[in-house]
């Protein structure tokens, strides 16, 4: 089994910042890409930010210039720095991982529990 675990959420004052983690753990043979998403109450899951294995990184317009994703293949973990955060921002966000098991079978993608993140004055 896999499992993902976040950190670093909570309430914060616009203008703020926050630092996102999230580990993985279990049966991992490596890891493809490792990103982050975020669903906000009555809107769809989005993806925020985006890292293959190689460091190759997508955005979603609105966090462009404020978010830092970045992560350490050795360790198994991302991070989300968020910067310059907006009321907009506010959401429960997901780490997301796509796991192989060995090179013979396409990645498995997985998720953490979700950590909530508030930008609020």
């Known amino acids: ?12 004052q616009p203008g703020g910042s926050l630092r996102l983690s999230c580990a993985a753990s279990g049966s ?3 890891i493809d890409a490792m990103g982050w998403y975020r669903q906000a109450p ?3 899951r989005e993806l925020v930010a985006r890292m293959s294995s190689g460091g190759d990184t997508n ?3 609105s966090v462009k210039g404020r978010f830092i ?4 293949n050795a360790k198994n973990t991302v991070h989300l720095q968020m910067n ?3 009321p907009e921002d506010t959401a429960v966000y997901y780490c997301n991982a796509d796991i192989r098991y060995n090179d013979y079978v396409p ?3 997985y998720w953490g ?9």
């Open 1 to 12: 089994q896999v499992q993902l675990v976040e950190s670093g959420g909570g309430l914060v």
């Open 69 to 72: 994703i970045s992560r350490d």
């Open 28 to 30: 991992i043979f490596s």
């Open 84 to 86: 310059s955060l907006k």
């Open 107 to 109: 990645p498995y993608s």
């Open 59 to 61: 955005y979603v317009d």
């Open 42 to 44: 009555a809107k769809e």
């Open 113 to 121: 529990q979700g950590t909530q993140v508030t930008v609020s004055s």
